[in-house]
């Protein structure tokens, strides 16, 4: 037998294995997908109701325990989110909409699918029906119409899901960048907003210049191979790369597809006001607002007015600490108790030993708990001279730090007790001044007004 007769065998059978095969019922199941659509749209929507507020929950004590820079990212990051899941949202609900209005329409025709009746006398008569008619001639191509647009709505909203979290993580990957860029070359932390808004803008720039260049010179090999590469590198940064295919279908079938003339700017719009609400709902998180760099040092020196955050009377059971707080407002014991959590922030500016400035690699492995406690008792005293606690204007430099886990906080934090015989009945004033200073040279303070009277 001749070696061409003894692989033709193999070669007919792996023709059948590659052999395109029937993707009728494919078709038939896109065209059912309506089902699948509702109950998703539904479901989303219903989820994403509540997303946000869980969302916040999640990222609020990674707010509070982060640096002067980490926070910037952080909060850019979820304004960007948050503008994703209400652009979703209000596409799966115009989705919605939709879909139950096509379900509508065909259930009509299937009652009526000769659609109007121009011999009709009920209301103004035949000859109004018969301009009607002409108005709305087709109601299964007007259903169609609106099919095609469900459909399309579906994927922009799915697309937008993929994209708008890989741009988040993005964000989070430039931000470890830009930090490490900061323990190398300092004078970076002093321009962290123009180089992000220059990252911005040479974005848009090169995006726009592909695209310029894509249609100005069509038929050039070397230009279509970069814009090619520069799509593809696109899809892949923001689409978390798994989902690279599915969001380059999307892209662009939907792009080259497009013929509205207003239907980008109508998306582009959508977003922008989408932004604005997620703007808006950030900025109505206190631990937002209170940790944005030069507010940190203000938010909590306000004397004249009782913020629930100061008092643990007066938070909640699941409220987060970032601030010191006494017991309540109004104060009747010998001893004053006050918790001051450490924040991350603060501690960026506090002469903390650590083991590892210690001791040396193979030493780690054999430390005792003895000098780990030693470790520790020495940063007392570090935190000691980072707060100084100030009673009615009179500082008390000898009081005694402890350490203390408070159920609510995210980090362990110190516990002072400052006697109460010098208070005077009435309202008064503890002042926290901490050796924390921001660049305009303005010093962080926290002043909790507190009523005390005696027992009796």
């Not at 108005?135 to 799915?158: G, K, R, V």
């Not at 600490?321 to 010998?334: A, L, N, Q």
């Amino acid at each position: 037998m001749s070696e061409n007769n003894f692989n033709t065998p193999n070669q007919e059978e792996n023709a059948e294995i590659t052999k395109p095969q029937n993707t009728s019922w494919l078709l038939e199941l896109g065209v059912q997908s309506w089902q699948a659509e509702l109950v998703l749209s539904g479901l989303v929507i219903t989820i994403l109701f509540q997303l946000p507020d869980m969302f916040i929950h999640w990222v609020e004590p990674s707010i509070i325990q982060s640096g002067e820079i980490e926070a910037t990212f952080l909060k850019f990051a979820s304004m960007l989110f948050l503008m994703g899941i209400y652009s979703v949202v209000i596409l799966f609900g115009i989705h919605l909409l939709l879909r139950g209005i096509w379900i509508a329409l065909l259930g009509l025709h299937s009652v009526y699918p000769q659609g109007i009746d121009v011999t009709s006398k009920n209301g103004m008569g035949p000859k109004y029906w018969e301009k009607s008619k002409e108005e709305y001639p087709n109601l299964m191509q007007y259903n169609a119409e609106l099919d095609a647009n469900c459909s399309t709505i579906f994927s922009l909203a799915t697309m937008i899901i993929i994209m708008v979290s890989s741009l988040s993580i993005c964000i989070l990957v430039f931000y470890q960048c830009i930090r490490y860029l900061v323990s190398v070359f300092p004078v970076i932390a002093d321009n962290i907003i123009p180089i992000g808004i220059g990252v911005y803008l040479l974005f848009m720039i090169l995006a726009t210049l592909m695209q310029y260049l894509g249609k100005k010179y069509p038929d050039n090999p070397k230009i279509a191979k970069m814009v090619m590469q520069y799509g593809i590198a696109m899809s892949a940064l923001f689409s978390l790369y798994v989902f690279r295919k599915p969001i380059g279908y999307i892209t662009a079938i939907s792009m080259s597809n497009n013929k509205s003339k207003y239907g980008w700017i109508i998306y582009g719009i959508v977003c922008v006001v989408m932004g604005f609400f997620g703007g808006k709902q950030i900025g109505k998180i206190d631990t937002f607002n209170y940790f944005e760099t030069e507010k940190y040092f203000t938010f909590n020196n306000r004397p004249h007015q009782i913020l629930d955050l100061n008092y643990e009377n007066l938070m909640g059971k699941e409220a987060l600490i970032y601030t010191p707080f006494i017991p309540s407002d109004v104060v009747t014991d010998e001893f004053l108790k006050v918790f001051i959590p450490t924040i991350a922030r603060e501690k960026e500016h506090i002469n903390l030993k650590s083991k590892r400035d210690i001791y040396s690699i193979s030493e780690l492995f054999k430390l005792k708990n003895a000098q780990l406690e030693a470790i520790e008792i020495d940063n007392l005293q570090a935190y000691k001279q980072f707060n100084r606690i100030f009673l009615n204007g009179v500082e008390y430099p000898n009081l005694d730090f402890q350490y203390h886990w408070h159920p609510q906080a995210d980090d362990k934090g110190l516990l002072v007790y400052i006697p109460t015989d010098s208070c005077k009945i009435g309202k008064n004033i503890l002042e926290i001044r901490k050796n924390y200073f921001s660049k305009d040279s303005v010093q962080k303070i926290v002043k909790i007004p507190f009523f005390f009277e005696k027992e009796k």
